[in-house]
Structure formats: structure tokens, C-alpha cells
């Protein structure tokens, strides 16, 4: 499995773009194959911080989900930006419950 989790970061200016754009790509994307959760949330307006968080069943999972014309055509929108060094890619194995 493939987490990505952290923060994208943004002008504070252009926070409500950015949550409104991305919405937009969270029902379509939870329908695509291999994808297991993807969420955003404003994590604080003012410092220009959006929270990322999700889960893939694998890389080929995310990579197509990557090559989607909607989704390129975002990322190429936003690319000058936003930050994404906050936003970490993990390989996730022995997944288990909270209290495991």
C-alpha cells in the first residue's frame, strides 16, 4: 500500500482555490481502481496550509491515477504554487486497527 500524508503549502490568498479545484477531484478519484482513501482539509487558512492524505493500493494504482487528464491538468495548474515538500510518499506494509 502507498500513503501520501502532510501539508501542501500555498499563498494564504489562495487557499479557497485550491480546496474548492481539489474537491473537485475527490468523488472521481475515490471511484478509480486501487484508490483507498483521498482527502483534503484547510488545515490553517492563514499560514496557507492544506492537509493531504492518501492511500493507494499500490504504485500502479497511483500512477494511473497521476496520468488522469484531470488530474495532470491540476497539477500543471497549480505547479508554480504550490509547495509539496511537506507531502511524504510512504510504503505502507502490516496494516492493523488503531488499538493493534
Known amino acids: 500500500m502507498i500513503?501520501?500524508?502532510?501539508?501542501?503549502?500555498?499563498?494564504?490568498?489562495?487557499?479557497?482555490?485550491?480546496?474548492e479545484t481539489l474537491r473537485a477531484l475527490v468523488s472521481s478519484t475515490l471511484?478509480?481502481?486501487g484508490c483507498l482513501a483521498y482527502?483534503?482539509?484547510i488545515d490553517d487558512a492563514a499560514a496557507g496550509t492544506v492537509l493531504v492524505y492518501e492511500r493507494w493500493r499500490d504504485d500502479a494504482?497511483?500512477?494511473a491515477h497521476l496520468a488522469q487528464p484531470r488530474v495532470r491538468d491540476v497539477l500543471g495548474a497549480w505547479s508554480e504554487k504550490i509547495d509539496?515538500?511537506?507531502v511524504r510518499k510512504f510504503d505502507a506494509a502490516n496494516e492493523r486497527g488503531f488499538m493493534d
Open 31 to 33: 471511484e478509480e481502481e
Open 39 to 41: 482527502h483534503f482539509a
Open 61 to 63: 494504482a497511483l500512477g
Open 3 to 19: 500513503v501520501l500524508a502532510g501539508h501542501l503549502k500555498i499563498s494564504p490568498a489562495l487557499v479557497g482555490d485550491l480546496a
Open 84 to 86: 509539496v515538500s511537506c
